[in-house]
């Protein structure tokens, strides 16, 4: 069963606007991580939150965790065609569970 | 510095017969994951090992899937027999251990097994 539920399921925008990306998860976690893949390069990692973090950036990338809603969010400010991919959150609990992830496409 | 290695990156076998595939982790890397990843869908983890030792296998179909990791280094995964429904991407991935904070995963490119 997945833990992890990515809102809303696909996402369109133009360069240059924000995007934000939603998860929520059931039971209580170490720590959440999102990743990014596209055809190009696969999975890759982008940000790693720990339950006892509410807010961490790195880059144009923004999470926020609320450990009490059992909640994160993904905000990527400022998004080029690049960042066109599908977006998952991962829980780490007893074990790792990836949400269904977001579609992100970003127009030019 | 080598990423995880997965081989083959494409496999089409016919039904009931079995594949194989195998992955090198990132070097130092205890931590070694199998993942199946259907199409429109996030990865399911199938196994985790812990050097040599599978520590999560809760989610792997034990009656036709097996794996290995000798010497807590390269792994095998193999199906036996394969079915229609097995068709999906097959992903590995390393970390350097499970500990809080320090297990963020790195992937390889995947085996895209098809069954015909």
């Known amino acids: 069963s997945q833990q992890g539920e990515e809102d809303p399921q696909a996402l369109s925008i133009q360069e240059g606007e924000n995007a934000t990306m939603n998860c929520s998860y059931k039971?209580?976690?170490?720590?959440l991580q999102w990743y990014r893949q596209n055809s190009g390069r696969g999975l890759v990692h982008l940000i790693l939150i720990r339950s006892n973090e509410r807010e961490k950036h790195s880059g144009r990338l923004r999470v926020t965790l609320d450990t009490s809603k059992k909640s994160s969010s993904l905000l990527i400010t400022a998004s080029r065609a690049a960042d066109t991919a599908s977006y998952f959150c991962a829980t780490y609990g007893q074990n790792f569970v990836f949400g269904p992830g977001t579609r992100l496409s970003v127009l030019p | 510095e080598a990423g995880v290695v997965q081989s083959p990156r494409y496999k089409i076998i016919e039904k009931k017969q079995p594949v194989a595939f195998w992955c090198n982790p990132i070097s130092g890397h205890n931590t070694l994951y199998w993942y199946r990843q259907n199409l429109g869908q996030g990865p399911e983890l199938l196994i985790r090992?812990?050097?040599?030792?599978?520590?999560?296998d809760s989610q792997l179909p034990k009656d036709r899937f097996s794996a290995e990791r000798l010497k807590g280094v390269d792994s095998t995964l193999k199906i036996q027999p394969a079915e229609l429904g097995d068709s999906a991407v097959y992903l590995c991935?390393?970390?350097?251990?499970?500990?809080?904070?320090?297990?963020?995963?790195?992937f390889g490119p995947g085996t895209r097994l098809t069954v015909l």
């Open positions: 991935a390393s970390s350097l251990g499970v500990l809080v904070g320090y297990n963020e995963q790195f």
């Open positions: 039971t209580s976690i170490n720590n």
């Open positions: 090992y812990e050097n040599e030792e599978a520590v999560d």
